[in-house]
């Protein structure tokens, strides 16, 4: 493990999981980050924390991939670039087009997986379609390994759930057969107008077994209307333009009675995404 000086910043390198978790737990207060790719966006230059980082970037127990049939796991270290070039064969389609629109290139080299799921005041890329996938995290401190849904990890403004010393040290993602997946993200990151809608759907012949769609406002706000979901759960494709209609409406509805902050800007576009989804649905018969 070695330690680097920067003006009133000191950085620890470690190199396995133990020294990292030892370390962590004696210096709780110390700011471990991966590609640092998010949090010196925020925060700015390293002279500005004027306390500890802790680089997770060495770490080898955090910078691996490995796969079995039901699920793929990730270190939280893995630079996007290498998931993507590792994964694209494997991984579910709404993930890679998740990661392929993080950045440029240059970012994607050195961001990585847990740093988008930690980001401590933002809900990034990755997040809504993590969530769809019923992903679990590993999470670690010295003496304890515990494993947590994400959706448990982080729960409308609460979150990332993380004790004094604990890290994520590995995220599992389950695979399972899905038939139309899709992603978009628009508008600038960290702007309110910032929109993400991921949809997942399995088919059998040609009724929907199962469904799942969340959208992600401003980088902050996660909507997943279950209700809507069970709604189209068993229905026989292709859903007609009325029914198609009758969701949007439901949708709307729901979103009224649990986030009646929500101005109509933001619910006519969720409605949108609905709709082009449905219709995306129709055309995969
Ligand atoms: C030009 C540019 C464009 C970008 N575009 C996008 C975009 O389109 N979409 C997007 O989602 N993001 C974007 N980002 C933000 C960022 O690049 C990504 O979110 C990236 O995945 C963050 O990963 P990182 O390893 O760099 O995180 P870091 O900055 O290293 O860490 C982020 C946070 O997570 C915590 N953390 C990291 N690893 C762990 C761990 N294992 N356990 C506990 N806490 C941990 C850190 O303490 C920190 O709070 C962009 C950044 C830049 C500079």
Redesign the pocket.
Known sequence: MSVEKQGHTKVFSPTNLQDLLSYYRDHPKA????????????KGPRERFGGELID?GHVSE?SQISRTERYMEIG??V??SKIINTGRHVMPRALFA?LK????T???N???????????N?R????PVLLLLDVRLE?RRAGETRWINLNRFITGDEG?V?GPG????RIRIPFMDWDVEEFR?QER?FTPEHFIFCGIVSKQKDVISDLRTSFCIG?RRIIRTRIMEAELIGRKLPIPPADRLEMGRMLQQQIERNHPEMDNFHIHRIRRSLNWFLQILNDSE
Do not use: D, M
């Open positions: 700011v471990p980050f991966a590609g640092g790719t998010y949090l010196f966006l925020r997770l955090l939280p270290a630079s996007i998740a629109a993080i950045g440029n240059a970012v994607r050195h961001a990585t997986l847990g740093g988008n799921i930690c980001a401590r933002h990034l890329s990755t997040y999470l990332p993380l604990e890290l994520v040290t993200q990151l980088n």
